[in-house]
């Protein structure tokens, strides 16, 4: 039987609007994935008794049905961090310090030139964790996290709130530890991401159409992301999985693909390619995400950083007549870029981008959100595709990094 999930972020700096609650979303749709569907999301201040209070609330449901509890934040070292402290008081147990735990602490203060007896009483709080329960190891910081029984079937998971921290124990310890406890049998799932289509639309043309024909037997959901969604779909039935899968892929024959940065980092790997960027209203951002995987050095050669027109043409070779002539934002001076980048760095492939991020900087005949993305293939053939991207700055530049990514997809799937 699958669980009531309820996911509970402390911090008193997220009720009081200083800082944003970005655990709670990736938990839930990581959950999702694994088939698993969240109930409530419950944001709480740094204050033990409200703490205990939902706390004593979960184990209360837990005699009527299997609950998980997830708790992330509250487990530092400061005198605010009442996780285990409520936790102790809710089972009644005692702690004890994991000895790995404070061994690699030891060594992070002799990194830094301290001793042992440099480290205060309160910084070893976080290798503490209730005595019987299920430790969740720390490989990023220091912080121990815990599984601890509130019923038949039912447990409260507590992790760092540190984001690094918390995704890392999430993958690496729980993600294990839950499938143990809450196996899902015969549960069949697959993922595919669409471009540039939002989420209203998708559900309108494809989800509406289908729904009496496919989705009384398999569940859907869609996560939005900046360009693309990720739309998974689940099902016992694994056959009726494959018919929806060519549906779309039927209908979205353009826009359709796998996990793009996982696929281009495994072919470029696989097939010895090369690649370099040129970069302009990105700022670096799509270097940064090809660098990403471990063992990006094998194809990832280097860029250029070009944000002014002067380094377009000395970095690049753009002649100075293109862009008086065309614009820095054009498909001529796009196609210039990726094309001085191949030579001066010898790549099989390249990708240059040159936009207007905003909010300042657009015009009538080219808006805000203006992008060419020039992709030089390892035939040499030069294409430039031009977008009109939605959003703030931040938004513009995520979704033409992605979207020079899509590009590579698609000409390493041919």
Request: with cysteine; net charge neutral; glycine share 10%.
């Amino acid at each position: 039987m699958s669980p009531y999930i309820v996911i509970l972020s402390t911090g008193s700096e997220l009720t009081a609007g200083r800082s944003l609650d970005t655990n709670s979303g990736w938990i839930a749709n990581q959950l999702f994935e694994l088939g698993w569907k969240v109930k409530k999301f419950i944001t709480l201040p740094d204050d033990p008794n409200l703490i205990l209070k939902e706390l004593q609330s979960l184990k209360d449901l837990a005699k009527e049905l299997p609950v998980l509890g997830i708790m992330t934040g509250g487990l530092g070292p400061t005198e605010d961090d009442y996780t285990l402290e409520t936790v102790l008081k809710l089972t009644g147990k005692t702690s004890y310090s994991i000895e790995k735990a404070k061994l690699r602490l030891t060594k992070i203060y002799e990194a830094r030139g301290k001793e042992y007896k440099d480290i205060l009483p309160n910084v070893f709080r976080q290798t503490f964790v209730p005595e019987g329960c299920k430790t969740l190891d720390n490989s990023v910081g220091i912080a121990v996290g815990f599984i601890e029984s509130l019923g038949e079937n039912s447990y409260l998971v507590c992790m760092p709130g540190v984001p690094s921290e918390m995704t890392e124990m999430f993958k690496r310890r729980l993600v294990p530890e839950l499938k143990k406890l809450y196996p899902r049998e015969n549960l069949n799932q697959r993922t595919k991401w669409l471009w540039n289509i939002g989420e209203s639309l998708f559900q309108n043309d494809f989800i509406e159409p289908n729904r009496d024909e496919f989705f009384k037997d398999a569940e859907w959901g869609v996560t939005a992301n900046r360009g693309y969604i990720k739309c998974i779909f689940q099902s016992t039935n694994e056959s009726l999985l494959e018919t929806i899968v060519h549906r779309l892929e039927t209908q979205y024959p353009k826009i359709i693909s796998e996990d793009v940065f996982q696929y281009v980092h495994e072919q470029l790997s696989k097939m010895g390619l090369t690649i370099s960027v040129a970069e302009s209203c990105t700022g670096g951002l799509l270097g940064k995400k090809l660098t990403e995987p471990s063992g990006s050095s094998a194809y990832f050669l280097g860029g250029c950083l070009t944000y002014s027109n002067e380094m377009k043409t000395s970095l690049l070779g753009v002649p100075k007549e293109t862009i008086e002539s065309f614009g820095a934002v054009s498909v001529e001076v796009a196609t210039a870029m990726v094309k001085g980048l191949c030579e001066r760095t010898g790549s099989t492939y390249g990708i240059s981008i040159t936009g207007i991020a905003g909010p300042l900087g657009g015009t009538e005949v080219k808006p805000v959100g203006t992008v060419c993305i020039g992709l030089r293939e390892p035939s040499g053939e030069i294409s430039v595709h031009q977008y009109i991207f939605p959003g703030n700055r931040e938004s513009i530049r995520e979704n033409a990094s992605n979207t020079a990514f899509f590009l590579l997809y698609q000409s390493l799937k041919k």
